[in-house]
């Protein structure tokens, strides 16, 4: 049913449809929404699932840690500095491979005290063997939990989709949410690999020396790379049922005859495509690639998208501090050595903070790289508040 619905609740509700037994999260701006409505459907009784109130994002992380390790299938919500509080129990979810799936409303980190858009909190998580999955758009955002749900009780890994804090969790947009019944026939009921049950003594993530510990980080980075044969699948399966194209490693604009290619992910990319049209009425050849599955990194589909084309611009609303740019780092790899040479791929950074990104930047951004390539670049930079003293 097409509804015109705020992105919180359109995943609230989708998340419902997906019949999680245990919820558990601790409210924090922009993420608040979502789990403020998940907890009104499980009050209603139109959700049967126990909502647990914590204390801390640390709490409801070990909470759902618990719950799926006993066999449930659980499911939690959160942003930046919740996501950081989070981290050490992020990093046991995936190397005890329990199929959580996450919501990350994706904001700044502190300090300063930032409560807007950018990425820098799922990235700063990115190695901690989480499948990532990052939405456009709400339709998307939507779609990408009943996927994510899928792919991680197939592959045993925890699946976080990441959509735009604001951008995306408190606009309004006309969102096809699907009936119980279709999302029922598209998701079976959760089955347990492994269950801590008294009847059956066993534990896990236990003590692990140095004779047995690269073994697991193999194992899990391993998992990560077989995953994408299940990723590919249940997107194929989705648009079959569903009717709609949604989720998969990468999309495209207006690649194949493009002379410049923007690279980037999260909802910046509507921009990018306005700016596209804009740019070919003047009889420019722009084109996108979008990451949709950052974690793991589709660096063969990059490839192919990627082979041909020499004057590759990556965007990106996150930074390694001290490095530059992180996906930039990534699309980098996705070339063999002997092909490097040959690409001009520069890497701006953008929108730390929420600061927004215009059709004008983005045409700076694209008349700066024509007449050079930029190896690491700050847009939308305000100079004049930058002293040399203060570095």
């Not at 709490?59 to 509080?85: D, F």
């Not at 699309?331 to 040479?341: N, T, V």
């Amino acid at each position: 049913m097409l509804k015109q619905i705020e992105g919180s609740h359109a995943v609230a509700e989708v998340v419902s449809y997906c019949r999680p037994n245990v919820i558990s999260a601790y409210p924090i701006t922009p993420q608040t929404h979502i789990v403020e409505e998940l907890a009104s459907i499980v009050g209603r009784g139109d959700l049967d699932a126990e909502f647990v109130n914590v204390e801390s994002e640390f709490s409801a992380a070990s909470v759902v840690l618990g719950a799926s390790a006993a066999g449930a299938r659980a499911y939690t919500a959160t942003t930046s500095q919740g996501l950081m509080l989070m981290s050490e129990v992020i990093y046991c979810i995936a190397g005890m491979r329990l199929p959580i799936v996450l919501t990350c409303a994706n904001r700044a980190i502190s300090a300063p005290l930032s409560i807007w858009n950018d990425q820098q909190d799922s990235m700063a998580v990115r190695d901690a063997g989480w499948i990532q999955l990052h939405a456009e758009d709400n339709q998307e955002a939507s779609d990408l939990h009943i996927q994510a749900f899928k792919i991680a009780e197939q592959t045993f890994l925890p699946t976080m989709v990441c959509m735009d804090g604001f951008i995306l969790t408190h606009a309004f947009e006309p969102v096809d949410i699907p009936e119980q019944k279709e999302v029922d026939a598209f998701l079976p009921a959760f089955k347990p690999k492994h269950i801590v049950d008294p009847r059956w003594p066993r534990g896990i993530g236990l003590f692990a020396d140095p004779r047995f510990y690269m073994e697991t980080r193999y194992i899990l980075h391993r998992a990560l790379e077989k995953s994408q044969e299940v990723i590919k699948e249940v997107s194929a399966d989705f648009a079959k049922v569903f009717g709609r194209e949604s989720g998969g490693f990468i999309k495209t604009y207006k690649l194949k005859e493009a002379d410049l290619v923007i690279v980037s992910m999260g909802s910046v990319v509507g921009t990018i495509k306005e700016l596209i049209d804009k740019l070919e009425e003047e009889g420019k050849k722009v084109g996108l690639l979008q990451i949709c599955s950052y974690r793991p990194f589709p660096r063969k589909e990059v490839y192919n998208a990627l082979k041909d084309k020499t004057n590759i611009t990556v965007l990106e609303k996150c930074i390694s501090l001290g490095r530059g740019g992180i996906l930039a780092s990534d699309i980098r790899w996705s070339f063999p050595r002997a092909e490097k040479k040959e690409r001009n791929i520069s890497s701006f950074v953008a929108g730390l903070g929420g600061r927004n990104i215009s059709i004008d930047d983005l045409r700076y951004m694209v008349e700066k790289v024509e007449k050079e390539p930029v190896e690491f670049g700050f847009l939308g930079l305000r100079k004049e508040l930058i002293a040399e003293k203060d570095m």
